[in-house]
């Protein structure tokens, strides 16, 4: 499994944007799809973008045009650039190593401690 810690949160006006960052160490981070997700309150974990080991990505609707993730191997790192964000975007976020299996997405090791989003009105 890998090691997980996610940096980069804060607290940002609505239309703002941030740049989170998850590093990665234990594993090899190369050939591992990563996913960032995002826990509000009261509400399940949601994976909102997917970046495969070759580069491709996936979002979420409630994201899409809006988030870019992106990864480099060389620095075992994945990142989330936010841009238009809204109050809704509100959460605590997490990345893990992901594979989607038996109809679902599934992560593969333990969370980190997630890193804080707060979008203001």
């Known amino acids: 499994q890998v090691h997980l810690v996610e940096s980069g949160g804060g607290l940002v006006q609505a239309g703002g944007s941030l740049r989170l960052s998850c590093a990665a160490s234990?594993?090899?981070?190369?050939?591992?799809?990563m996913g960032w997700y995002r826990q509000a309150p009261g509400k399940e974990r949601e994976l909102v973008a997917v970046v495969f080991s070759g580069g491709s990505t996936k979002y979420a609707d409630s994201v899409k045009g809006r988030f870019t993730i992106s990864r480099d191997n060389a620095e075992n790192a994945v990142y989330l650039q936010m841009s238009s964000l809204k109050p809704e975007d509100t959460a605590v976020y997490y990345c893990?190593?992901?594979?989607?299996?038996?109809?679902?997405?599934?992560?593969?090791?333990?969370w980190g401690q997630g890193t804080q989003v707060t979008v203001s009105s």
């Open positions: 234990g594993s090899a981070f190369r050939i591992n799809t």
């Open positions: 893990n190593a992901i594979g989607f299996l038996d109809t679902r997405w599934r992560s593969f090791n333990s």
